[in-house]
């Protein structure tokens, strides 16, 4: 079983900072890519930030310049450093990561979600 465990949501006012973690354990062999997604309610979840194994990075282009993504392999960990929030950054935020636990298929596992939100 692979379990993924999000900290780092709360409450900011807009133009604040707030660092997300997630950290995978369980039953890995090894994990390629590890990404942060949000989704608000009524709307479909979107990606925010990606990260490869070797440290390439993609971003959706509402958080370019404001958010970075980072992960410490060693760890299973991935980091999501939110810089200048906006009211539109508001959402419940999963952590996302391609697990290989040593058979069957890579699989995608999701996180419980952390909530974010922003306000004035």
């Known amino acids: 079983q692979v379990q993924l465990v999000e900290s780092g949501g709360g409450l900011v006012q807009p133009g604040g900072s707030l660092r997300l973690s997630c950290a995978a354990s369980?039953?890995?062999?090894?994990?390629?890519?590890m990404g942060w997604y949000r989704q608000v309610p009524g709307n479909k979840r979107e990606l925010v930030a990606s990260i490869t194994s070797g440290g390439s990075t993609n971003y959706a282009d509402s958080a370019k310049g404001r958010f970075t993504i980072s992960r410490v392999n060693r760890k299973n960990t991935v980091y999501l450093q939110m810089n200048s929030l906006k009211l539109e950054d508001t959402a419940v935020y999963y952590c996302?990561?391609?697990?290989?636990?040593?058979?069957?298929?890579?699989?995608?596992?999701w996180g419980q979600g952390t909530q974010v939100t922003v306000f004035s």
């Open positions: 996302n990561a391609e697990v290989f636990t040593g058979w069957g298929p890579v699989g995608d596992y």
């Open positions: 369980g039953s890995i062999f090894s994990i390629n890519a």
